[in-house]
């Protein structure tokens, strides 16, 4: 199953079936665990909220190119998103606040995570930067992702 954005109000009733079934499931969590590491370099600061937002700016440039494959099951609105100038000038708190999925948050910006979330190629090409950024920064972003699998995904369905 492949819930895209609604999958935190399916987890109630798939935990209901697992449960009233006595079946499991496989849980892809690789995007979500992509965004993780990326709030975690924004939330490490210095060169990882520098990585982070070359990771946005990548995405708002190569706009076209990243989104067109996933076309039918994103829906990003370009005049939602931030300029790359203004992104720049964001602290990592405010990258964090935008990007983290906490809708409640009047910060938090669901077309900018939908890009980051299809920017992978981005952070690719960084090579080596990237990989040595997320080892620099593991524990932030070791922490962030333990808890987003635990809390949001693992309980909900499993709990």
Request: hydrophobic residues 40%.
């Amino acid at each position: 199953m492949h819930s895209g954005s609604d999958k935190f109000s399916l987890y109630p009733i798939i935990n209901k079936l697992i449960k009233q079934h006595g079946v499991g499931l496989h849980v892809k969590t690789a995007g979500t665990t992509w965004l993780e590491e990326v709030i975690g370099l924004a939330r490490a600061g210095g060169e990882g909220l520098k990585i982070a937002k070359k990771i946005y700016a990548g995405g708002v440039e190569h706009f076209e190119a990243l989104t067109a494959p996933y076309s039918t099951v994103i829906d990003i609105d370009p005049t939602k998103l931030p300029s790359i100038d203004e992104v720049n000038d964001w602290t990592w708190g405010q990258f964090v606040a935008a990007l983290e999925h906490e809708p409640s948050n009047p910060a938090y910006n669901p077309h900018l995570r939908q890009l980051i979330h299809v920017g992978f190629k981005i952070a690719a090409k960084m090579g080596d930067r990237y990989g040595d950024a997320l080892k620099l920064h593991a524990d932030v972003i070791g922490a962030g992702v333990t808890n987003n699998l635990w809390a949001r995904h693992i309980k909900p369905i499993f709990g």
